[in-house]
């Protein structure tokens, strides 16, 4: 099941903004073979038995399919918003593991070599080419275990418009030492520009 529009994360509760949908069928690509393929092209769509409605809370995120703003918005000093679902420890903050609303945080990019050296030498197999860092090394942010949504930036299309984009899916991370949840490294996402010409093919078949 997907459903849209959710405030509270418990499958038992129901927003008045609410939208459920079956889900029809998982589609990944063919060269993903998970950690034996060091979770390359790790990205996947959901295709929906029905269509979602567009509502003032359901809202779609655009995808940047001619690479207009990668380089702005995958910067140095910028930072990406991403909602996720904590099943964890927040930073120093004590959070239940049932936390009942899905919360909102922003995390900075990390430049490529200084993301790669934050990683201990097993983990960097993982730094393949489809793949950026965002994230802190404080453990203020996202926590393992939590469900973490896409990497989304606002960028002005206009003088007059801001629209947001999706730049990166959450793939994998590090926990901390001592086996506390909340990492001290960032966060490794898939690059969606770098699978544009995947998804444009769904994109023309629905």
């Given at each position: 099941?997907?459903?849209?529009?959710?405030?509270?994360?418990?499958?038992?509760?129901?927003?008045?903004?609410?939208?459920?949908?079956?889900?029809?069928?998982?589609?990944?690509?063919?060269t993903?073979?998970?950690?034996?393929?060091?979770?390359?092209?790790?990205?996947?769509?959901?295709?929906?038995?029905?269509?979602?409605?567009?509502?003032?809370?359901?809202?779609?995120?655009?995808?940047?399919?001619?690479?207009?703003?990668?380089?702005e918005?995958l910067?140095?000093?910028?930072?990406?918003?991403?909602?996720?679902?904590?099943?964890?420890?927040?930073?120093?903050?004590?959070?239940?593991?049932?936390?009942?609303?899905?919360?909102?945080?922003?995390?900075?990019?990390?430049?490529?070599?200084?993301?790669?050296?934050?990683f201990?030498?097993?983990?960097?197999?993982?730094?393949?080419?489809?793949?950026?860092?965002?994230?802190?090394?404080?453990?203020?942010?996202?926590?393992?275990?939590?469900?973490?949504?896409?990497?989304?930036f606002?960028?002005?299309?206009?003088?007059t418009?801001?629209?947001?984009?999706?730049?990166?899916?959450?793939?994998?991370?590090?926990?901390?030492?001592?086996?506390?949840?909340?990492?001290?490294?960032?966060v490794?996402?898939?690059?969606?520009?770098?699978?544009l010409?995947w998804?444009?093919?769904?994109?023309?078949?629905?």
């Open positions: 099941m997907i459903r849209a529009g959710k405030y509270h994360r418990g499958l038992d509760i129901k927003d008045p903004t609410d939208q459920q949908f079956e889900v029809e069928s998982i589609e990944t690509k063919d993903y073979e998970a950690d034996s393929g060091n979770y390359v092209d790790d990205i996947a769509i959901i295709v929906l038995q029905t269509e979602i409605t567009i509502s003032d809370f359901v809202r779609p995120v655009c995808v940047d399919l001619e690479s207009k703003y990668e380089r918005q910067s140095s000093g910028t930072f990406g918003s991403v909602t996720f679902s904590p099943t964890a420890r927040l930073g120093s903050t004590e959070r239940p593991a049932s936390n009942d609303v899905i919360l909102t945080t922003r995390l900075p990019f990390v430049e490529f070599g200084q993301c790669y050296e934050l201990p030498a097993p983990f960097r197999t993982f730094f393949t080419s489809d793949k950026f860092c965002a994230g802190s090394t404080n453990g203020s942010e996202v926590c393992l275990g939590d469900a973490v949504g896409g990497l989304l606002e960028q002005e299309v206009t003088a418009t801001k629209q947001w984009f999706i730049q990166g899916i959450a793939s994998l991370s590090l926990p901390s030492r001592r086996g506390q949840m909340c990492s001290r490294y960032p490794l996402f898939t690059k969606v520009n770098d699978h010409d998804l444009q093919t769904f994109y023309d078949k629905y």
